[in-house]
């Protein structure tokens, strides 16, 4: 046997001998309290109470973001189509632009 296991063995033993000590145990009222206190914080976060209003901020900036991106990419797209009127007139422009170059 380790030494781990003989001062288990001696621990348990020396308790054996000793008489249970009666300390009357917690009264029901309270342990059925404390209980349904501890289920009803299940659910919620307490170390951290502004959990909730950082995990909206972050969706509502993770939505601005994505719109502001379709917004860009739609326009992105716009600029280079060569049909729309914009792209007609800077390519007019352009072309004027290098005719009376030297």
Known sequence: MNNLDDQLRRLLASARQEPAADHGGIPFGL???VMAEW???RGR???FPFAT???QALLWSLGL??????????DWSAMNDTSSWQSVEMR???SEIQQHLP
């Open 92 to 94: 007019l422009a352009n």
């Open 65 to 74: 973001a994505c719109l502001a991106v379709f917004s860009f990419l739609r």
């Open 45 to 47: 976060t307490t170390a």
């Open 53 to 55: 209003l950082y995990r």
């Open 31 to 33: 342990e059925t309290r």
């Open 39 to 41: 289920r009803s914080l």
